[in-house]
């Protein structure tokens, strides 16, 4: 039986952050063990469509303070390959720090924590279960995203796809002159239009969009050239703004400001708001690209006497061409399963869970970031964090989890700037504040330290009116009987 410093579960990015922060607390003869279920590195970004970029610029997409060796522009995107070579290189560098060992094609199955130890179970893909075990465990599953498969229609006379399971811009649906129907309005569906539209201007795409995505415009997050030292909006000023207008019950009117405060969509209308960044040029090519964009969700799509017809959540229907290519871009995250609850922290501090129904920051790779060092430095059960059950305000009401999203992020920073040493907030790569120069980067410092109190206590409060209007998890981490 393996025994090891530490483990962690899961190779996406989460898992590499993981790794990244733990090997930096370790010995060069420590011992590491990387579990995951795909057969290499890479998390979602193994799996995904092969048009994929990254939302934001590359190189806040990294594991701690690892940093690219593309020599791409700072404001590139990544495409996915580029993405996946990053991961190489970032276990690179964890293998030069201590003794890495990967299990892959392995699922991980329960762990028990005893006797100063956790054992952890997990079964390979020909079915042998390996045991192992090591001091420390960092969960980092994540979303735990999978594939997207294409939707089930009651039609045959038309090709339902998922990008996941077809390029758009290769094979039969790019020879094909049918009309498109992107099913979504996410980062995803965005992704696919574009690349529609690039790949052939005069063809038909439409796309039902539900009542409306809006995106944070990444012209203002990330500006470029002269901007950068005079404008776009600094990361700590509009996550702060953002959490100093919600007071736990008014999501519907905070989020009425952010589309023309921080937004940016392809519809007059927008109801949901998406953790994703979108470019005012991108958003023009899809709104030119266009031929229908419908405000509306899809059913089902039914053969008719001669038609083919599109039944949609409203009541409504629409005549389509028979041929027409569906696209299924409903979502990774909000279309699953919900996640079985875990707490982020086990009671004696030597595993955290990476989950969103645990969530302690906006994003799974920052949470794995903070988590970690909080685990190596026997802080993780001590420094009292809220934790958020993301997956529960998600389906009740997406405002609300987005407002209570960021007040926990906020809330949170608060707490552990007086729990950890600066260099773990100044050597956070993930950190968009970054992007901007390095006197700009210092106002932060001293608003935060200005602010810092009263921003804990208003998003505290915030957060408490959001556990009791919902009844989620939202709060102090609540630890149940037993952690499989």
């Not at 594991?63 to 593309?70: E, K, L, N, R, T």
């Not at 049918?178 to 992704?191: E, L, N, R, S, Y």
Request: charge should be negative; hydrophobic fraction near 40%.
């Amino acid at each position: 039986m393996p025994s090891t410093t530490a483990a962690v579960v899961g190779a996406g990015i989460a898992g590499m952050n993981a790794l990244a922060v733990g090997s930096s607390y370790l010995e060069a003869t420590d011992r590491v063990l990387l579990i995951d279920r795909r057969h290499r590195a890479g998390g979602m970004w193994v799996d995904t469509y092969p048009y994929v970029r990254l939302h934001q610029p590359h190189p806040f997409f990294t594991a701690g303070d690892i940093g690219w060796q593309s020599g791409e522009d700072r404001a590139h995107l990544a495409t996915k390959h580029e993405v996946l070579d990053h991961f190489i290189h970032c276990l690179e560098v964890v293998r030069g720090r201590v003794q890495l060992d990967e299990w892959h094609d392995t699922d991980y199955v329960s762990h028990d924590a005893s006797n100063g130890t956790v054992e952890i179970t997990t079964r390979t893909e020909d079915g042998r279960v390996r045991i192992a075990r090591a001091r420390r465990l960092v969960k980092a599953t994540g979303l735990d995203i999978r594939t997207l498969d294409p939707l089930q229609v009651s039609s045959t006379s038309v090709h339902s796809v998922s990008p996941d399971s077809c390029d758009v811009r290769s094979g039969d649906i790019a020879d094909s002159n049918a009309p498109v129907w992107i099913i979504g309005g996410g980062k995803t569906a965005m992704d696919t239009a574009c690349a529609l539209i690039a790949g052939n201007p005069a063809r038909e795409v439409n796309m039902l969009v539900g009542t409306g995505t809006f995106f944070f415009e990444r012209d203002r997050a990330f500006p470029t050239g002269a901007k950068r030292y005079v404008g776009g909006q600094r990361g700590f000023t509009v996550f702060r703004d953002w959490a100093d207008r919600f007071d736990g019950t008014n999501e519907t009117e905070v989020m009425r400001w952010f589309p023309d405060a921080q937004g940016i969509a392809v519809t007059p209308t927008v109801e949901h708001f998406l953790f994703g960044l979108l470019s005012r040029a991108e958003a023009e090519t899809i709104r030119n690209g266009l031929t229908h964009p419908v405000m509306d969700h899809l059913t089902d799509v039914v053969d008719g006497d001669g038609s083919v017809e599109m039944s949609l959540r409203s009541g409504a229907t629409r005549q389509i061409e028979e041929g027409s290519w569906l696209v299924n871009c409903t979502g990774y995250i909000l279309g699953r399963e919900p996640l079985t609850y875990e707490p982020y922290t086990s009671a004696d501090g030597r595993v955290a869970t990476i989950t969103p129904t645990s969530s302690i920051m906006w994003l799974t790779s920052m949470d794995s970031y903070f988590a970690t060092h909080l685990l190596m430095l026997d802080k993780l059960a001590t420094v009292p964090l809220y934790e958020l059950d993301a997956d529960s305000p998600a389906r009740q009401n997406r405002d609300a989890r987005a407002c209570a999203m960021t007040a926990v992020s906020m809330y949170n920073q608060c707490v552990l700037f007086d729990h950890v040493p600066r260099e773990v907030f100044t050597r956070n790569g993930l950190d968009f504040e970054k992007w901007f120069p390095a006197h700009r980067q210092l106002l932060s410092n001293p608003e935060f330290m200005k602010c810092r109190k009263e921003l804990r206590a208003h998003t505290g409060a915030a957060l408490d009116r959001v556990q009791a209007r919902f009844d989620v998890r939202c709060g102090p981490v609540r630890q149940p009987a037993t952690v499989a």
